[in-house]
């Protein structure tokens, strides 16, 4: 998050993880993120799921060319449909918040 300057908010709408879940795994509260979790973040930032879990040195898209030159796994249809429904809430939240502004005269 630190090296694209993202915030929690930022990171939750990009991958469809609540903030608050974020904000548990930043704190400690939650140990190990769920498969899905796991799977919207190593997608979004571009890293092998294990990136997040390993003990060892973790390595990025920069640094691992061997991750790099993999295709990335095959997605099942209900990933498909879990990954389209959430983009869906997300976007009637977005056009919820720009009604909103719009109403507080911000929608410049």
Do not use: C, H, W
Not at 22 to 37: F, S
Not at 67 to 94: C, D, G
């Amino acid at each position: 998050m630190a090296e694209r300057d993202l915030s929690q908010r930022q990171l939750a709408l990009g991958t469809g993880v609540s903030q608050q879940t974020i904000n548990n795994y930043l704190r400690g509260v939650t140990k190990l993120p769920g498969a899905e979790e796991l799977l919207a973040l190593s997608r979004y930032f571009g890293v092998p799921m294990e990136y997040f879990v390993s003990d060892g040195e973790k390595t990025g898209p920069e640094t691992s060319k061997k991750s790099a030159s993999k295709s990335p796994p095959p997605v099942s249809a209900v990933e498909v449909r879990r990954s389209a429904e959430r983009l869906r809430r997300q976007a009637e939240q977005l056009r919820g918040e720009a009604d909103r502004l719009d109403q507080l005269g911000g929608g410049g």
